[in-house]
């Protein structure tokens, strides 16, 4: 390969990369990025050629030019947007006079390059170049053509490539270079790095910080954004999206960061040399002029903005070379439709025009359908609502407000204690906080008060205080002075209120109906003159249009006036709530008008903000809302109480309520947990729950009162309830959180198991179901010798079985209500006696009761069997499932091990009699590892007092020997003969599950 063909077809590769780019971020939107296909354009990108050596170039260079020359040329933007021209018009089949006025003008540039060299050789050098950049190209086309032949009928890649766009700005860049006076390239160097230097500017972004105007390098504040690639699904990282901006979009909510994450794209474009950014801010633009001088518009805003001349014809040529990015920023803030869609028109036209250079807009997401760029040229990405992460952990979030209080917070701690303390209080707003702008805003308000508001109506209330004050003065732009602030605010909960109540106004209110409901509200709250309150209605009005402000304007009818809403609905919810609550006479009627909404699934946050509302406006203002909620509910049809109750576990963290409202809260907690096992009474005794203890004691004073209510009623809603009494200790989710909310629930449960209606519903419940008979052994209402009476294994026992033995009782998984407690006999015993969270060894109070209990039904176990000989074996076997195999592989295995060493070791003053409760435990384990090894194919874990009587009963009995002194008499010559192969359990009559 020569030397020059070296060099084309690295130049090719090169010149191929931003084509094949865009190919492949069209098969990405097409949800192809991983096919065959795009493999195959991986390989075509990569740069061809052979690595050049600077002195193997002398050979046949003109006279008067050194290597060196040679290979600064070919890398200048001229030499690169000439070669892509010719890619392009190769794409398109070849047009041999494109291709010819394209070499004629490579001999121009050439020249101009060298003008000393001598002609004819200089010429001759430039063709040779010429054509083996030409076959590369051709050669590098076939290979686009056979990676695309089975799917060119889904991909128009002409277009794709912009190819089209790209032969037709031929001409125009061959004018642009035979322009005379053109820059000399250090002239160009020299203007390009004086504008760097003056875009610096946007390294630089205000300090969200409304008491401190300052501006601060991006890197001390800005966030990297998570983005979503709209038309292909897919997340990308920021720094891919800079890598990727070609035709693109990127929306956003406002106050998301739009506008500094385009400007920071563009600043790094530049710092790293592969593009020239000219930011078009579209607020400042006249749309309405006849035509649009695109190039005229930006050399005015580089004089205005960066006081930067710029030399006759640059940005022309920077435009159709390939080295220049447009950014369009704030399509949305263009204050028509009508002249929106223009805007939109403009940007596809400029970038059919300049189709070798970058375009980036920026939108909101709200209105942009209505002047969308053409989504097959342009890509689509949408910037994601900070990611919360865990609160002292990770995320968005946490690293936002960490470099915030860094720069900006004016505070005696160190600003990872303050980050640490705001991630904390801020925890009940991840709506609010996941906004940057709002974050800020809460920053702010956290700097000041050291404290951020539990009431999400403070809260809002203290934001919108800092929009309505300084937003529009924070933008430079001006506020009416005669309008009242007061006024502006209960005008905005008008529209507010009307947008949300009224279902045609969901998507949006009509500019008509906007001044109508606005003049109302002021002509009702502070304006006494009808046509005073029109005319402060229309100013309004005309403030927010085209502005990202709390109420701005989203679209336009078809008669050209707007259509308005508000930017966050957490504010438009606030504004909502103020006027719900200013307008209500009583907290009863703010309830009954939030009722509907509320069982309904709707206005969760806008209920929540109108009970912190009615607490300053009433005194025990949400409590009274509550209670009137909970009572009017409950003649509801369907799930509406669920529902409320659902609500109240969600926002009690948030909303305030008194002694009487949390009972009647836990009284309807109790009986939509029995009836239905939902977990809206899990969340109001959690430990991580706002009130626990005010919780717990609530608790106790329902369950209680219902207890000695169904004491006598012998039905399944007393049985129930006497269920849950029993094992509530076990509502909290893991044994971590039962330990931390023991300091409440400990004392409930002491006091709840003295109740004498627990026992009753016991006893009464003993002979009718399995739940009966375990809450008898559980509470101690029975002793095993009463629950060992036939009737009561009726009651208990397998179905199927001739129940005669209390074992298989015992270790019996019948099921428990709701889930709920030990999943056997047998589990509440291990639980007990080998600690599960709920007291450990002899323990006091009410774990001291249950220890003893559990001793004592081993020990009744032991006395039952009487000689085990002839009551131990050819048993009926239990209902022993896959849910006892999950608790005994997660943790019952540990506990009955605890269990086996602690009544052992206590054994070892029982004497020649032996311990009985240690016998009884022994046969438990016995029983359950027949069981196991006979009908159990799955994997089940030994601990190490199973693997004692494993290794007995397999290898060598003698291992027993310091066990069976510690036995009662009687069990001794049976652990003996179990362990030489006798069964308890008579397998063949009935199947484990």
């Not at 860094?406 to 990872?416: C, D, H, M, N, T």
């Amino acid at each position: 390969m020569s030397i020059e063909a070296a060099i084309a077809g690295r130049l090719a590769g090169v010149v191929a990369g931003p084509l094949v780019g865009r190919l492949q971020r069209e098969l990405a939107r097409r949800g192809r990025a991983r096919g065959s296909l795009a493999l195959a354009l991986d390989r075509i990108a990569a740069p061809g050629g052979r690595p050049v050596s600077p002195t193997a170039l002398l050979n046949d260079l003109p006279h008067g030019v050194n290597n060196r020359d040679v290979l600064g040329c070919i890398e200048t933007p001229e030499f690169r947007a000439l070669a892509q021209q010719l890619m392009a018009v190769e794409i398109l089949d070849g047009d041999l006079r494109a291709a010819t006025k394209i070499k004629f003008a490579l001999r121009d540039f050439f020249r101009g390059r060298f003008p000393n060299a001598d002609v004819a050789a200089l010429n001759n050098y430039s063709e040779l170049l010429f054509v083996h950049l030409h076959r590369r190209c051709e050669g590098l086309v076939r290979e686009l053509r056979a990676a695309l032949k089975d799917e060119s009928q889904a991909i128009d890649w002409a277009h794709a490539t912009l190819a089209r766009a790209t032969a037709d700005s031929i001409e125009s860049y061959l004018a642009v270079l035979a322009r005379p006076h053109r820059l000399t390239p250090q002239d160009r160097d020299e203007w390009t790095q004086r504008y760097r230097k003056a875009f610096s500017l946007h390294e630089e972004i205000p300090l969200p910080d409304l008491g401190n105007r300052r501006r601060i390098h991006y890197s001390e504040i800005f966030v990297q954004p998570r983005l979503i690639h709209v038309q292909a699904g897919g997340r990308t990282s920021f720094d891919d999206f800079v890598d990727s901006i070609d035709r693109t979009v990127l929306l956003g909510d406002p106050g998301a960061g739009k506008s500094t994450s385009s400007a920071i794209s563009a600043s790094l474009l530049f710092q790293r040399g592969r593009l020239i950014p000219f930011y078009v801010v579209m607020r400042e633009v006249d749309f309405t002029a006849s035509g649009f001088p695109l190039v005229r518009v930006v050399e005015e805003q580089l004089s205005q903005r960066y006081q930067i001349k710029v030399p006759e014809g640059l940005i022309e040529e920077l435009l159709l070379e390939g080295s220049a990015l447009l950014v369009f920023d704030g399509l949305d803030e263009v204050q028509s439709a009508s002249l929106r869609r223009r805007s939109s028109e403009i940007i596809e036209t400029a970038s059919r025009l300049y189709p070798l250079s970058r375009v980036l807009a920026t939108s909101r997401i709200v209105g942009y359908s209505s002047a969308r760029l053409n989504p097959v040229t342009f890509h689509e990405y949408r910037i994601q609502p900070f990611d919360d992460g865990l609160v002292l952990e990770s995320g968005e979030v946490r690293a936002y407000v960490s470099k915030w209080f860094s720069v900006g917070s004016r505070l005696p701690e160190p600003p990872g204690q303050v980050t640490d303390a705001f991630m904390r209080e801020s925890a009940s707003i991840p709506d609010l906080r996941c906004n940057p702008l709002l974050l800020a805003y809460i920053c702010v308000l956290y700097r000041g008060h050291r404290f951020i508001p539990r009431s999400r109506a403070q809260l809002y209330k203290k934001c919108a205080e800092l929009l309505l004050a300084d937003w529009d003065n924070f933008q430079g732009l001006p506020v009416d002075s005669e309008t009242d602030l007061d006024t502006v605010r209960h005008t905005l909960a008008a529209l507010a209120y009307r947008s949300i109540a009224d279902p045609q106004w969901l998507a949006g209110m009509p500019e008509a109906d906007v001044k109508t409901v606005a003049a109302a509200a002021m002509s009702d709250e502070s304006v006494p003159a009808h046509e005073e309150a029109r005319r402060l209605a229309e100013d309004l009005v005309d403030l927010c249009r085209g502005r990202a402000w709390i109420f701005t304007e989203l679209g336009t009818e078809l008669d050209g006036s707007g259509i308005f809403g508000f930017t966050h609905q957490s504010l438009q919810e606030y504004f909502a709530a103020l006027h719900l609550a200013r307008n209500s006479g009583t907290p009863e009627l703010l309830a009954d008008r939030l009722l509907p909404e509320l069982t309904g699934g709707r206005w969760e946050i806008l209920a929540q903000i109108c009970m912190n509302l009615a607490d300053e406006k009433w005194a025990g203002g949400s409590s009274r809302v509550v209670t009137r909620l909970l009572e009017r509910g409950q003649t509801t049809e369907g799930d509406g109480l669920r529902t409320l109750v659902e609500f109240m576990a969600r926002r009690l963290d948030v909303v305030k309520i008194n002694v009487a409202t949390m009972r009647l809260l836990m009284k309807l907690a109790i009986e939509s947990y029995i009836s239905t096992g939902s977990g809206e009474l899990r969340e109001f005794l959690s430990p991580s729950g706002p009130y626990p203890e005010a919780a717990w004691a609530a608790f106790q004073a329902v369950a209680e009162s219902q207890l000695n209510l169904e004491a006598g009623k012998g039905t399944r809603h007393g049985l129930a309830v006497a269920w849950l009494v029993a094992n509530v200790h076990y509502l909290p989710a893991s044994p971590h959180d039962r330990q931390a909310v023991s300091v409440h629930a400990g004392p409930v449960r002491a006091h709840l198991d003295s109740v004498e209606g627990l026992r009753t519903i016991a006893l009464n419940a003993l002979h009718h179901s399995p739940a009966g008979w375990a809450l008898s052994l559980y509470t101690g209402a029975a002793d095993i010798r009463m629950l060992a009476s036939p009737q009561a294994r009726r009651a208990a026992g397998p179905p199927d079985a001739a129940h005669s033995n209390v074992l298989s009782v015992m270790l019996d998984t019948a099921g428990t209500p709701n889930s709920l407690g030990p999943i056997s006999p047998a589990a509440w015993i291990f639980d007990i006696l080998g600690g599960a969270g709920t007291g450990t060894g002899t323990g006091s109070g009410a774990d001291g009761a249950r220890y003893g209990r559990a001793r004592d039904a081993l020990a009744g176990l032991a006395s039952m069997l009487g000689d085990p000989m002839d009551t131990l074996v050819n048993l009926d076997i239990p209902r022993l499932d896959d849910r006892f195999l999950e608790y005994w592989n997660a943790c019952g295995a540990a506990r009955c091990d605890r269990a086996v060493r602690e009544l052992y070791e206590q054994s070892g003053g029982a004497g020649r009699g032996g311990s009985p409760a240690l016998t009884g435990l022994i046969y438990m384990c016995m029983g359950l590892m027949e069981l196991f090894e006979e009908a159990f194919t799955a994997q089940v874990r030994y601990p190490l007092s199973l693997a004692l009587l494993a290794k007995a009963r397999r290898e060598d009995s003698r291992v027993l020997a310091p066990l069976l002194p510690r036995l009662t008499y009687p069990a001794r010559r049976f652990v003996q003969n179990w362990s030489r192969g006798r069964h308890i359990w008579n397998m063949d009559r009935a199947e484990v599950s």
